[in-house]
């Protein structure tokens, strides 16, 4: 079993920021991905950003040079910087995590969402 934590979300206006985080534990022998995805009203589940274990990241073209993804591999935690917050970016936030459990078998865990609402 593998449990995420998220944290972070909320209300702000347009231009404000959040900082997103995810604390993934229980029966992990390695992580290799971590990343954010969102869901807005009405339309699919979205990759916002991901980092790999190494450090590579990418990002959805919609959030590049607002949002920044970084991860604390000692701590198996991963954040969510967004700046310059946009209505658009209004949506339920959901953290997955990829990698091996303690067993040798590949998980994929998410999150339960956050809401991150952001008004103009």
């Known amino acids: 079993q593998v449990q995420l934590v998220e944290s972070g979300g909320g209300l702000v206006q347009a231009g404000g920021s959040l900082r997103l985080s995810c604390a993934a534990s229980g029966s992990i022998f390695s992580i290799n991905r971590m990343g954010w995805y969102r869901q807005a009203p009405g339309k699919q589940r979205e990759l916002v950003a991901r980092v790999t274990s190494g450090g590579s990241t990418n990002y959805a073209d919609s959030v590049k040079g607002r949002f920044t993804i970084s991860r604390d591999n000692a701590k198996n935690t991963v954040y969510l910087q967004m700046n310059s917050l946009k209505p658009e970016d209004t949506g339920v936030y959901y953290c997955?995590?990829?990698?091996?459990?303690?067993?040798?078998?590949?998980?994929?865990?998410w999150g339960q969402g956050t809401q991150v609402t952001v008004s103009s």
């Open positions: 997955n995590v990829q990698g091996v459990n303690d067993i040798g078998f590949a998980l994929s865990s």
